[in-house]
């Protein structure tokens, strides 16, 4: 298929089509969509300052500190490309021959928004499995087309993976306990608490079991749980249970129901997802539909052929989530054991 236009003017579809989010989708909070110049992301990684120095007397020479450290920390951001296929029939079905029949003009653009909002949709989609892929293991895995995975470890510390010594479905152990440990790690890392829990309704349902056990005699709730959770000094616990269904049709979870995460608060996000240039925004600002600067992010286009007669919108983007900060992140996995 050959780029053609569908539509008198593109822009405003594209630039529609990139504020399309899944309210579901919530893991952006913490990972939030950037539009960058770019084909790739780079990390200019500094390590926390956090020295002191003693004080001085007085015409004493200054006391020298030490730079932070810098890891730089790079790779290309990978091609994430959903088309929506309109066929012959499709077309005769939107009642375009009745209207070109009727010597009116020929108008698209519902069928283009329609498709540019499904397009973008998928790409916020797949942005979100690589959300949740690194929010619970710090590591992208990208499956490829021809069946290959390809890893991308953004180097969470060791010392910040951790699991339970016993297995929280287990009758000896110490959820709370285990969080309350899991929180100093992240604290000692970070310089400062966690803003959030991310974890499923399965951990956080073993949280409320484990209360009502040790508090009988009072009614334990969502406002129980999270009063405890303030007492104990820990961060309030974001349940997340997002299911998707990938392009074979299977229904998969995207973050671990025996996993948490500990991590910052929205307001300081811990790292980003990178949207950078495609070669079709290239095409789109060389033809002026795009302004050059509006060439960073997802990007519209429409395809077709006239033998036989088929249509396509399809939705190019180069994103990724990328992890800025690994000093304020905690992983908890093999949270229960045999289930």
């Keep these: 298929m050959q780029i053609i236009d569908l539509v008198p003017d593109l822009a405003p579809v594209i630039l529609a089509a990139r504020q399309a989010r899944d309210a579901?989708?919530?893991?952006?909070?913490?990972?939030?969509?950037?539009?960058?110049?770019?084909?790739?992301?780079?990390?200019?990684?500094?390590?926390?300052?956090?020295q002191t120095v003693p004080v001085r007397a007085i015409d004493a020479p200054a006391t020298p500190i030490r730079r932070p450290g810098v890891v730089d920390v790079r790779g290309d951001l990978p091609a994430i490309t959903p088309i929506v296929n309109l066929s012959e029939q499709d077309l005769t079905n939107d009642m375009v021959i009745a209207r070109q029949l009727a010597g009116l003009e020929v108008d698209f653009a519902p069928a283009v928004v329609d498709a540019a909002a499904?397009?973008?949709l998928t790409v916020d989609n797949t942005l979100e499995l690589m959300r949740a892929q690194l929010l619970s293991t710090g590591v992208v895995s990208l499956l490829a087309d021809d069946g290959t995975t390809h890893?991308?470890?953004?180097?969470?510390?060791?010392?910040?993976?951790?699991?339970?010594?016993?297995?929280?479905?287990?009758?000896?152990?110490?959820?709370?306990?285990?969080?309350?440990?899991?929180?100093?790690?992240?604290?000692?890392?970070?310089?400062?608490?966690?803003g959030a829990i991310v974890g499923s309704d399965d951990v956080y349902a073993r949280l409320l079991q484990v209360m009502k056990a040790q508090f009988p005699q009072q009614?334990?709730?969502?406002?129980?749980?999270?009063?405890?959770?303030a007492d104990l000094r820990l961060p309030q616990f974001v349940t997340y249970d997002r299911t998707m269904r990938d392009a074979s049709g299977t229904?998969?979870?995207?973050?671990?129901?025996?996993?948490?995460?500990?991590?910052?608060?929205?307001?300081?996000?811990?790292?980003?997802?990178?949207?950078?240039?495609?070669?079709?925004?290239?095409?789109?600002v060389m033809a002026g539909t795009l302004e050059a600067s509006q060439a960073p992010g997802l990007t519209i286009v429409t395809l077709g052929q006239d033998n036989p007669v088929q249509r396509a919108v399809?939705?190019?983007?180069?994103?990724?989530?990328?992890?800025?900060d690994t000093d304020s992140i905690v992983i908890a996995s093999a949270i229960f054991g045999p289930r």
């Design 24 to 50: 579901r989708n919530t893991l952006a909070q913490f990972l939030p969509p950037v539009n960058v110049p770019a084909v790739s992301y780079r990390l200019g990684r500094t390590t926390r300052l956090d």
């Design 118 to 120: 499904r397009v973008a």
């Design 151 to 194: 890893a991308v470890d953004f180097g969470v510390p060791s010392a910040q993976k951790v699991t339970p010594q016993v297995a929280w479905n287990q009758g000896s152990a110490d959820p709370f306990g285990d969080l309350v440990k899991w929180h100093r790690i992240f604290i000692a890392a970070n310089g400062g608490p966690a």
């Design 219 to 229: 009614p334990i709730g969502e406002s129980a749980l999270r009063a405890h959770l």
């Design 251 to 284: 229904v998969t979870r995207l973050f671990p129901d025996d996993s948490l995460t500990l991590l910052p608060s929205q307001e300081t996000p811990i790292g980003r997802t990178e949207l950078g240039v495609t070669q079709e925004a290239v095409q789109q």
């Design 314 to 324: 399809k939705g190019a983007a180069l994103g990724m989530p990328v992890l800025r």
